[in-house]
């Protein structure tokens, strides 16, 4: 009887523990979705000030430039009412029109390119409708919209994606992914006053892609490469860092890609990231049943 009890008791516990570790993992996700969240707009809220700055800058100079174009049109317009236009006058007017049109075209488009890509890029974090969009040309744009940060350094980004990649999900979280991995690598890669690169290389393997983001950094030691997913683990706590953003790779990668991502990295030799998902994800693995238990 006392046996019997003893049983009981144990089982009775065991349930109460489940529950409590069932509770605490449902806590957990709903943590894990709110930092995502969090992140996601904070990657925004950083992009805002120095995309601002350029595109001020940029519609500063076409001020400036009609301002010119409009007292010298003035001065040239006067001297024709005077019937004192000379040929070599008219010549300089002519000279200063063209200048002043290829200086308003290039600052204006690069202040529309900017703000384009800044409102696909937030658009695509506010939205949760599935798209299908071209891989080359999204990461393109993803990294127009952090040229402002990127101007601030001496690094670079390049770009390698096979043509023709068609990708049917939301485009949001690849912006997530890339922009997380591009940041960590400015932020802990390279020390100040280098000149770094930063790759992103993209193609198509089967119906996977594969997405490689590398740089030839300083690297990481084995004991911190191991950790590197780590919610909260950074090297970098007294200067600010929160040790979220490679945590939110994965937890995008695996969770919402339904893919993977590994990273390998040494000491003076650079780190790599390779992430893996499927280019649709109405044919990831559990898609299907994720979207029944939503519904």
């Known amino acids: 009887m006392i046996a019997y009890a003893a049983v009981a008791a144990l089982t009775a516990l065991c349930l109460g523990l489940g529950a409590l570790l069932a509770r605490a993992e449902k806590r957990s996700r709903s943590l894990q979705r709110i930092l995502l969240k969090t992140e996601q707009m904070a990657n925004l809220g950083r992009l805002v000030p120095p995309l601002t700055h350029d595109v001020n800058t940029n519609l500063g100079v076409c001020v400036s430039a009609v301002t010119f174009l409009k007292d010298k049109a003035v001065e040239t317009g006067g001297l024709f009412e005077k019937d004192a236009l000379s ?33 696909r890029v937030s658009v695509d ?17 993803i990294v127009t919209s952090m040229t402002p940060r990127l101007r601030k350094t001496s690094h670079r980004v390049e770009v390698r994606c096979d043509s023709g990649i068609s990708v049917t999900g939301k485009p949001g979280l690849v912006y997530q992914v890339i922009t997380n991995l591009v940041s960590n690598a400015l932020t802990h890669a390279f020390d100040e006053g280098d000149s770094g690169l930063i790759s992103i290389d993209a193609a198509l393997e089967g119906d996977t892609v594969v997405i490689v983001v590398r ?49 390998k990295s040494g000491i003076g030799a650079g780190t790599a990231f390779t992430i893996r998902f499927p280019r649709s994800v109405r044919t990831a693995p559990g898609a299907e049943q994720k979207k029944e238990a939503t519904e």
């Open 87 to 119: 040929r070599s006058k008219l010549e300089e007017h002519l000279r200063i029109e063209r200048e002043s049109c290829d200086l308003l075209v290039l600052n204006l488009s690069r202040a529309a390119e900017l703000i384009s890509s800044f409102k």
């Open 125 to 141: 974090n506010s939205s949760i409708a599935l798209e299908t969009f071209d891989l080359g040309e999204y990461i393109g744009q």
């Open 215 to 263: 740089d030839n950094g300083k690297g990481m030691s084995e004991a911190v490469a191991e950790r590197a997913f780590t919610p909260f683990f950074t090297t970098k706590r007294a200067e600010g860092g929160t040790g979220l953003g490679l945590s939110i790779v994965e937890s995008v990668v695996r969770d919402e890609l339904r893919g993977s991502v590994e990273c």
